[in-house]
């Protein structure tokens, strides 16, 4: 069980559109439509921004997008602004198992 | 809306045993998967393992041969324990509901292994 891949860092400039990415094995993501996404701001608790690969818990902006293709799924923030900068988490099902990513830094510029 | 609060000691020695409650208010902790994460400082989320409310458990593979999770429903409670920690397992400690995503989660509580 491997932790999946996310880009360490990734950065775009206010209004502009970033996209993060999560690359699993067709165990985890390419296995299941459970891929969701965390966004952590330093000394807080992880929040849920998306579930079931693309939806949306009520109260997170419709800035935020997902997506799956394969083993890769994919977080899309646009219209970026300063409050997003954070770090951002992939998590897969896998069974009787979960797995996250790595977790990825976005700067906002 | 349901709320989780974890709680325990702070400071663990090492090769003692690491123990944890989470305390859930404003819902039952009934018909659902609990589960333990926790995130060293400065690095990701680790998945330590989930249980389900009649006692059911899995665990994180790299964690297994250390980990104990129970339930108590009639305090709407679910603990962990870690055996034989070392520095390793100093991390913050998350609890959180799990369906297929975690939502909600607990405030954390941190927890250091020295002696």
């Known amino acids: 069980q491997s932790a999946l891949t996310q880009p360490r860092s990734v950065s775009g400039s206010p209004g502009q559109s970033v996209t993060i990415s999560c690359t699993g094995t067709?165990?985890?993501?390419?296995?299941?439509?459970?891929v969701s996404w965390y966004q952590q701001h330093p000394g807080k608790a992880p929040k849920l921004m998306i579930y079931?690969?693309?939806k949306r818990p009520s109260g997170v902006p419709d800035r935020f997008s997902g997506s799956k293709s394969g083993n890769t799924a994919s977080l899309t923030i646009s219209g970026l602004q300063a409050e997003d900068e954070a770090d951002y988490y992939c998590c897969s099902y896998a069974g009787s198992y979960v797995v996250f990513g790595g977790g990825t830094k976005l700067t906002v510029l | 809306q349901v709320q989780l609060q974890e709680s325990g000691p702070g400071l663990v020695k090492p090769s003692e045993t690491l123990s944890l409650t989470c305390t859930v208010s404003g819902g039952s902790i009934s018909s659902y998967y609990w589960s333990w994460i926790r995130q060293p400082a400065g690095k990701g989320l680790e998945w330590i393992g989930r249980i389900y409310t009649s006692g059911s458990t899995n665990y994180n593979p790299s964690l297994k041969s250390r980990v104990t999770m129970s339930v108590d429903t009639s305090k709407n409670q679910f603990s962990l324990k870690l055996s034989s920690v070392t520095a390793a397992d100093t991390a913050v400690y998350y609890c959180a509901r799990l369906v297929d995503w975690f939502d909600p989660w607990g405030q954390g509580t941190l927890v250091t292994v020295s002696s």
């Open positions: 079931d690969v693309s």
């Open positions: 067709s165990s985890d993501v390419g296995g299941y439509n459970y």
